[in-house]
């Protein structure tokens, strides 16, 4: 199935613009009289902080989200991770990127739509049951990742995923948060290697 994506939007008025150039493109298409899907689901790539705080809002005017971590990482932490003096500082286990994303699923499911996630959390094994207790739908990742991934997702139970993650974003610190998150995949998936 096609679907359309905006990337980059940061608020209701750039989404709100953006639907209506696709209107005016599906007039012309009516217009010229060439057939299109009158129905094609359009949805936004959650990469910016603003628009993650303002997720309830945009999801109740599109058909899915999904989270872009690279951009949505380096953007909330004021960071480039391609400095190399300064890209240790990305850590997509800092407190403030797990309630974003959390904020910004609630905000999708409370509306009906499914959010996916793509970026190098979405294929990072370790990541896994955290993405999981988080609530994400659907992850997209590198071909190389899947069967790891996979093995991961079978043997977890989500209700237990989302228990241990409510506990993580009572945590100050990513250090924290990764040192619980070892622990914890140490005792759920002894025969992985994390």
Do not use: W
């Amino acid at each position: 199935m096609v679907r359309m994506m905006f990337p980059m939007i940061s608020g209701v008025g750039e989404l709100r613009a953006a639907l209506a150039v696709v209107e005016e493109a599906k007039a012309e298409l009516r217009k010229r009289r060439i057939a299109f899907n009158k129905e094609i689901p359009i949805g936004i790539m959650v990469e910016i902080p603003s628009a993650a705080m303002v997720a309830d809002l945009l999801a109740k005017e599109t058909g899915f989200f999904s989270i872009g971590t690279n951009d949505l990482i380096q953007y909330a932490l004021a960071i480039d991770r391609i400095n190399e003096h300064v890209s240790y500082l990305y850590e997509p286990l800092h407190p403030a990127i797990l309630r974003m994303i959390r904020r910004i699923v609630d905000g999708a499911h409370d509306a009906g739509i499914p959010v996916s996630m793509c970026g190098e959390m979405a294929g990072e094994p370790f990541f896994t049951y955290v993405l999981l207790g988080l609530g994400l739908d659907e992850l997209s990742m590198n071909a190389t990742s899947i069967p790891r991934v996979k093995r991961i997702l079978r043997k977890a139970a989500a209700y237990e995923a989302r228990e241990f993650v409510g506990g993580l974003l009572l945590r100050g610190t990513a250090v924290e948060i990764g040192k619980l998150l070892r622990k914890k995949l140490e005792e759920v998936f002894p025969e992985e290697h994390f």
